[in-house]
């Protein structure tokens, strides 16, 4: 069973930062291709950014580009996302997909909080 779970989470200040991490099982990890996606409260899913299977190319809406950065550890199954310089346009749940940001297996997701 395809499974993916997500953490880091939580409340944070604006201008703050966040790793998030989302972790695989139940397939070969680095077959894949891995995105985050978010959604915040009230809207459609958002593309935020993609790695390819190996790290060496990586992807990001323009909105996060320069703040965010995707990477992943083939070795622990994970993928992860740092989240810089916050803003409260970034409150959303942010998930992990496996393949296609809009078709592909997603987590439960992590909450985002930005607030003063």
């Known amino acids: 069973e395809v499974q993916l779970v997500e953490s880091g989470g939580g409340l944070v200040q604006p201008g703050g930062s966040l790793t998030l991490s989302c972790v695989g099982s139940?397939?070969?990890?680095?077959?894949?291709?891995f995105s985050w996606v978010r959604q915040p409260p009230g809207k459609g899913l958002e593309y935020v950014s993609t790695?390819?299977?190996?790290?060496?190319?990586?992807y990001y809406a323009p909105s996060v580009k320069g703040r965010f950065t995707v990477s992943r550890d083939n070795a622990k199954n994970t993928v992860y996302l740092q989240l810089n310089n916050l803003t409260t346009e970034d409150t959303a749940m942010y998930h992990c997909?496996?393949?296609?940001?809009?078709?592909?297996?997603r987590g439960q997701g992590t909450q985002v909080t930005v607030s003063s």
């Open positions: 997909a496996r393949d296609s940001w809009k078709t592909g297996a």
């Open positions: 139940g397939f070969t990890f680095s077959n894949h291709a």
């Open positions: 790695i390819d299977k190996v790290g060496d190319n990586t």
